[in-house]
C-alpha cells in the first residue's frame, strides 16, 4: 500500500516553498511599482521572468509552474492596461501576455532540469562517498556483529525510511530478525532470502509493496546467502537509489563472506595445529618412553629372575634405577598430557582467589627434598592481592622453574613476587633467577617449544624431556598471561611470569578470612 500522508518534514518544506514564491513574486511586483514611471511594459515582464527563473532553480516542478502563472496574472493585474483588474483590452497586451506565460514554463522546464540534474549528481557523488567510506570500515570489521552495526547505520544514513537487516543464523539456517517485525515484512525477507533476487517496489516483483527486499550475497559457487535486508517507504522509479541499495548490500555480503571464510580457515588451522600436536605426542612417547621403560623392565627383570644370585649393593643399584625411571617417565607423562590439555581449550582451568604467597608456600614445601643445600631464597612483596587462578597450575610452572634452577645451578636461587603497574593494568610478577649457564642467545627463540632442551643440558648428559619450560608458558597463557626469559647480565637465567590482575577483590583487604 502505498503512504500517501505527509510526513512533518514534507509539510514543513512545502510551507518553506510557499513562502518562498511569495516573496519572489512580491518582490518583483514591488521592483515593478518603482520602475513603472520609468520603463516599458516588456523590461517589467523580464522582471516577473527573472523571479520565476529564480523560483524554478530554488522550488519544486509544481512550485515553479505555478510561479509562471501567478507571474502572468500579476503583471496583468498591476501593469496591463486597463490596471488593477483581470482585463485585457488589447490583443497585443493578450499576446505579450501568452508569450510571457510560454516563455516562462519553457525557461522554468529548463530551469528545473538543470536542478534535478544538479541535486542527482549531488545524490549520486554522496552515495559514492558512503560506499568508499564503508569498504574502508567494513575491512575493520571482524565480527558479523561489527558488519551489522555498520550496515545498519550506512542504510539509516542512505534511506529514510525504516531498514531491517536479517543475518541468517549459521546453526539454525533462520533469518535472525532484530525485533517484532510485521508479517509482510517476515514474508518478503525471507521470500527474498529463497528466491536469491531483490523483491519490490519497481522491481518486477512484488511491485504493489512499497519497499525493497534484498538478498545479501549471490547463489553461486556454492556460496550461501548471508541474510536480507528489507528498506522501506521507497519509490518504484527511483532507479538510482535501488542501485545504491543494492551495492550497499554486496559490499556487506563480501565482507560477510571474508568472515566466514576466514573463520573456516581458523578453524582448519587449528584443527592441524591439534592434529600437528598429536603427532609430537605420539613421537614423543614413542621415543622418550621407550628407554626409560626399557630400563624399568630390565631391572625388574634382573631383580626377578636373578634375586638370589645378585648382592644387596646390586640389588641396592637396580631399585634406585628402577625409582628414577620410573619418577622421570610420571614427570614426562604429567608433562606431556597437560600440554595436550592446555593446547586443546583453556576450559581446563579450575580459577579460584587464591593467594600467591600460600601458593610459593606450598611449593617450596614440596620440592624441599630437591633443594637439600636450601639455596631458594624467596622475597614476597607484602600485603598482595588475590590472583584468580588454578593453583595447581600455577604451583606446577613455579615448580618447574624452580627445579630447572636447582638442576641447571649450583648457587643461590631467588624467588621474588612483586606488582607493577603498566599502560594496560596491573600485573603480578613472579620471578626465579639464577646463576646457572644461562640460555645461549641462538636458543632464545626456541627453549619455550615442546621438546626443545639447551645445548649445555644435552652435553652435560643432563636428564630432562624439554617439556617442561613449553608447559609453563602453556600454563602462563591460559591465565592470560606471559612468561619470558631474560638472559642476566653476569651470567644466568631470569623467567618472569606476568599475570593480570583484575581490578575487582572477592572482598577488601582486612576483610579476608
Ligand atoms: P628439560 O629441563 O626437561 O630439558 P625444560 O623445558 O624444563 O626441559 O627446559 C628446556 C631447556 O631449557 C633445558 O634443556 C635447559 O637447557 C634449558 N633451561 C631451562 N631452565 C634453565 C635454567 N634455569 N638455566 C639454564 N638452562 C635452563
Same mark, same amino acid.
Not at 517496489?201 to 509493496?209: C, D, N, Y
Not at 517507504?233 to 522509479?237: H, I, M, N, R, Y
Given at each position: 500500500m502505498k503512504n500517501t500522508a505527509l510526513s512533518p518534514e514534507s509539510r514543513q518544506q512545502s510551507l518553506k516553498d510557499g513562502f518562498l514564491l511569495l516573496f519572489l513574486l512580491s518582490a518583483a511586483t514591488l521592483a515593478c511599482l518603482l520602475l513603472d514611471p520609468y520603463v516599458s511594459l516588456t523590461s517589467l515582464s523580464m522582471l516577473y521572468v527573472l523571479a520565476v527563473v529564480l523560483a524554478s532553480y530554488k522550488l519544486g516542478r509544481r512550485e515553479s509552474v505555478l510561479a509562471a502563472f501567478a507571474a502572468v496574472v500579476a503583471l496583468n493585474f498591476f501593469f &496591463? $492596461? $486597463?490596471? =488593477? +483588474? %483581470?482585463? &485585457?483590452?488589447r490583443s497585443e497586451h493578450f499576446i505579450a501576455l501568452l508569450t510571457m506565460l510560454v516563455l516562462a514554463l519553457v525557461i522554468n522546464h529548463l530551469a528545473s532540469g538543470m536542478r534535478r540534474e544538479t541535486e542527482m549528481a549531488r545524490l549520486n557523488e554522496r552515495r559514492a562517498r558512503q560506499l568508499q567510506n564503508l569498504a574502508i570500515a567494513l575491512a575493520d570489521a571482524d565480527t558479523p556483529q561489527a558488519v551489522q552495526r555498520l550496515t545498519q547505520s550506512a542504510l539509516d544514513a542512505a534511506f529514510n525510511g525504516t531498514n531491517i537487516l536479517a543475518l541468517l543464523d549459521a546453526d539454525t539456517k533462520e533469518l535472525d530478525f532484530p +525485533?517484532? @517485525?510485521?508479517h509482510v515484512v517476515q514474508d518478503g525477507l525471507r521470500c527474498c532470502l529463497k528466491e536469491a533476487a531483490i523483491l519490490g517496489? #519497481? +522491481? #518486477?516483483? =512484488? +511491485?504493489? @509493496?512499497d519497499a525493497w527486499y534484498i538478498p545479501l550475497g549471490e547463489q553461486r559457487q556454492g556460496r550461501e546467502l548471508s541474510g536480507a535486508v528489507c528498506i522501506q517507504? &521507497?519509490? #518504484?522509479?527511483d532507479e538510482s537509489g535501488r542501485e545504491h541499495a543494492v551495492a550497499l548490500c554486496s559490499m556487506v555480503a563480501q565482507s560477510l563472506w571474508r568472515l566466514r571464510l576466514s573463520a573456516a580457515m581458523q578453524a582448519a588451522q587449528n584443527e592441524a595445529q591439534r592434529q600437528q600436536l598429536q603427532g609430537i605426542f605420539l613421537a614423543a612417547i614413542s621415543h622418550d618412553l621407550r628407554t626409560p621403560l626399557a630400563v624399568v623392565v630390565g631391572a625388574a627383570s634382573a631383580l626377578q629372575l636373578q634375586h638370589d644370585k645378585l648382592s644387596m649393593l646390586e640389588k641396592q643399584r637396580l631399585l634406585t634405577s628402577i625409582v628414577n625411571e620410573a619418577g622421570h617417565l610420571a614427570n614426562l607423562t604429567e608433562n606431556t598430557l597437560q600440554l595436550v590439555r592446555l593446547s586443546n581449550s583453556t576450559q581446563a582451568l579450575t580459577r579460584d582467589w587464591e593467594s600467591m604467597e600460600e601458593i610459593i608456600g606450598s611449593v617450596l614445601a614440596r620440592i624441599k627434598h630437591y633443594d637439600s643445600g636450601r639455596r631458594i631464597v624467596s622475597k614476597v612483596q607484602y600485603s598482595l592481592p588475590l590472583v584468580r587462578v588454578d593453583a595447581v597450575l600455577i604451583s606446577q610452572l613455579i615448580g618447574n622453574l624452580l627445579e630447572n634452577a636447582l638442576k641447571y645451578t649450583d648457587a643461590t636461587i631467588h624467588l621474588v613476587v612483586s606488582l607493577e603497574t603498566q599502560a594496560t593494568g596491573e600485573n603480578m610478577l613472579v620471578a626465579v633467577k639464577d646463576r646457572g649457564p644461562g640460555i645461549a642467545e641462538v636458543e632464545l627463540a626456541t627453549? %619455550?617449544?615442546?621438546y626443545s632442551r639447551g645445548d649445555h643440558s644435552e652435553r652435560s648428559g643432563q636428564r630432562g624431556s624439554g617439556l617442561g619450560l613449553a608447559v609453563c608458558r602453556a600454563i602462563a597463557q591460559a591465565h592470560g598471561g606471559s612468561l619470558i626469559l631474560r638472559r642476566r647480565s653476569g651470567g644466568g637465567s631470569s623467567f618472569i611470569l606476568s599475570l593480570p590482575l583484575t581490578l575487582e577483590q572477592p572482598f577488601t583487604l582486612g576483610e579476608q578470612p
Open positions: &496591463v $492596461p $486597463p490596471r =488593477w +483588474t %483581470f482585463q &485585457v483590452e +525485533t517484532a @517485525l510485521s517496489a #519497481g +522491481t #518486477g516483483r =512484488w +511491485t504493489e @509493496l517507504t &521507497v519509490a #518504484g522509479d627453549i %619455550f617449544d615442546a
